[in-house]
């Protein structure tokens, strides 16, 4: 583990913009630079990376961080392997922190499995392109695949020899441990080789390390298995792996669009013919990991189906999965006995694109079609389909988008809005229901209910699910993350920081806002601990909430003139960065005047129910220093209370 010193010390080093500027054309504009953004498509640069605050932020598609984030964001890098790359961009020598034994021992034994796949990786490569038993089997199906040199080099493709101990032999005289060869699944229980008499299709994770790999046998008519994939182990999780992201990633993310297909050639068939966007799932139904995976990427997918598709509509319903992930899907389903691989080598690049975007249909609008179609004259089984369907509208967040699609299939399906609202909002409150005792991170609940049956009375229920953002909360926290470690009294030593949090002192528990309480504590604590915190600390932080916040409040899109340059002053307002004392006073005043107000109407509340006279006049007067109170914070703040 880099020791907190090192990760300081990188991060008090590195610049942001040195760091982007390797990836990204940029350009001064004033105090900042801009350029195209490479986390989506622009023709108008709306990228900006500010050299001062030492971050980046695009305002067009929201992303932001430093160089820690830019890294992981871009190149798919972990937490250690930025800090890693960018020590080593600035000669800056890593120490790192004593660690338990265990876990050194796990961190080595992953990396001996790590290098014994890249081992057989290259020896399946070797086999396929040098040995006469890879040539004539191996290289020449993949020929046959239509599959050039490149291709099966850009995802290394490899033959495993029809000898069961050619393998293990190799790399036991290499001096590779047999127990470890079998773990990574490469040799049996019996010690013999895994992958025989088979092309290989090796898996990468996203830093393109060989984590595990795809056999296809080449005979036919034999009663072993068409594809062997490696057992799970350390390293290989079939579950979170995708065949071809790791060659896919950065097209993926420029075309904001992740192509789904079923098989390894297909991937290889589309990749060859420029169609480099595309990905596979590894020896598994789509599951939720890999859905999130590609979420990392983009929020757009086009699933291909197979003309031969077997069990369609269960393959269909597992596309709900991405639904729940917040991605938009998509897809196509190709003429029988065809798949994508035959598909664009019959019609090439430019007619098969063409048949893909004159035949993709929208998931739910597509679900809905099949259902009007098929069940037209069978209301029974039309009612079921339906009822099927709405649990896919549930899963969508969005509540505008969800409303357009209930409009949509109800006029597809002929029938009431309202009927297919209330189906959706009923498996809505199931979900929430069951996940609701799994809930770590704070989630708004009203965000989890929708459309509601406008012809029905909902109030009672809506006092109950709305919990509104506190905005006097949020506003004192993004002084603290802007300005904390600034003066607010030079004299004193008092900084902006340490003055918010003495005038919150006891009261921080009962914040509202969990994104404020959580950022609170953490100033709490760093002030405890006396160390002195940058901006950085919360624009690389490991909580994306709280990252994404720090991001927002330190990035302007606009920035003050430099009149100063022109022989002109600033007479009646200092620019923001300079006006940090009155920001956190006004912010604290604020957020007084605001929880004095909800004990007015608190009062208000308990003297209308109070039954009991004697305790009237400790209510009027309590009631009438708070109108006090608030009348002097309103005027010191130059607003005025309804």
Request: proline content about 2%.
């Amino acid at each position: 583990m880099i020791k907190r010193s090192t990760i300081d010390e990188i991060m008090s080093v590195a610049k942001v913009d040195e760091v982007i500027n390797d990836y990204v054309n940029l350009k001064r504009r004033g105090a900042n630079l801009i350029g195209l953004c490479p986390f989506h498509n622009e023709k108008t640069p709306s990228f900006t990376v500010s050299p001062a605050k030492n971050l980046y932020k695009c305002f067009g598609c929201g992303k932001g961080g430093g160089a820690v984030n830019f890294l992981m964001e871009h190149e798919n890098f972990t937490y250690p392997e930025a800090l890693r790359y960018l020590a080593q961009k600035y000669n800056i020598r890593i120490e790192e922190e004593v660690r338990s034994d265990e876990a050194l021992e796990e961190q080595k034994h992953n990396e001996s499995l790590l290098i014994i796949s890249e081992m057989a990786a290259e020896y399946f490569q070797e086999q396929l392109h040098f040995s006469a038993e890879g040539r004539s089997i191996g290289l020449s199906y993949f020929k046959h695949r239509g599959l050039n040199e490149q291709t099966m080099k850009t995802f290394g493709l490899g033959y495993g020899y029809r000898d069961p101990n050619q393998f293990k032999n190799y790399a036991l005289g290499k001096g590779y441990n047999e127990d470890l060869l079998k773990e990574v699944g490469l040799l049996s229980s019996k010690g013999l080789d895994f992958f025989r008499e088979r092309v290989i299709f090796p898996f990468h994770n996203l830093s393109g390390k060989v984590i595990g790999f795809g056999g296809r046998i080449i005979k036919d008519n034999v009663k072993a298995p068409k594809y062997l994939n490696s057992p799970e182990s350390p390293i290989y999780n079939k579950r979170k792996t995708l065949y071809g992201l790791y060659q896919a990633r950065t097209s993926i993310r420029k075309s904001d669009q992740c192509i789904l297909v079923e098989g390894y050639t297909d991937v290889l068939a589309l990749h060859q013919s420029d169609i480099t966007n595309v990905v596979a799932s590894s020896g598994t139904s789509l599951t939720e990991q890999q859905a999130r995976l590609i979420k990392r990427f983009t929020s757009n997918v086009l699933v291909i189906f197979d003309g031969d598709l077997a069990g369609e509509k269960a393959a269909i319903r597992g596309l709900n999965i991405f639904l729940e992930q917040g991605i938009n899907v998509s897809l196509v389903l190709l003429p029988a006995g065809q798949d994508p691989d035959s598909q664009v080598n019959e019609l090439g690049k430019s007619a098969f694109t063409e048949f893909i975007e004159s035949h993709k249909a929208d998931f739910i609008l597509y679900q809905a079609h099949k259902i009007d179609t098929e069940y037209k004259m069978d209301p029974v089984n039309k009612s079921v389909h339906i009822k099927e369907l709405s649990k896919s509208l549930s899963l969508i967040r969005d509540q505008i988008k969800r409303s357009v699609y209930v409009k949509e299939c109800a006029g597809i399906l002929d029938i009431d809005e309202r009927t297919l609202f209330r189906e959706i909002n009923k498996n809505i409150r199931k979900d929430v229901s069951k996940k609701k005792s799994r809930e770590t991170s704070y989630v708004p609940v009203r965000e989890k209910f929708v459309d509601f049956d406008p012809g029905e009375d909902h109030s009672q229920g809506i006092q109950q699910i709305v919990d509104p953002t506190e905005y006097q909360e949020r506003d004192i926290v993004r002084v603290l993350i802007t300005s904390g470690n600034k003066w607010y009294d030079e004299d004193k030593k008092l900084n902006i920081a340490t003055y918010i949090l003495n005038n919150l002192e006891g009261i921080t528990d009962y914040f509202k806002d969990e994104l404020t309480k959580i950022i609170l504590q953490e100033y709490s604590k760093i002030l405890n601990d006396q160390i002195e915190v940058q901006s950085s600390y919360w624009t690389e932080h490991s909580n994306e909430q709280v990252r994404t916040f720090a991001v927002d409040v330190l990035s302007e899109k606009y920035t003050y003139a430099e009149w100063s340059k022109k022989g002109l002053e600033l007479q009646t307002q200092k620019p923001v960065e300079e006006n940090h004392v009155k920001d956190s006073y006004q912010a604290i005043l604020r957020f007084k005047l605001k929880k004095i107000v909800e004990r007015i109407e608190e009062l208000k509340r308990i003297f209308s129910d109070n039954t009991d006279e004697s305790k009237d006049v400790i209510l009027i007067t309590a009631y009438q220093k708070l109108l006090k109170e608030r009348q002097q914070l309103a005027e010191e703040l130059k607003v005025t209370v309804m």
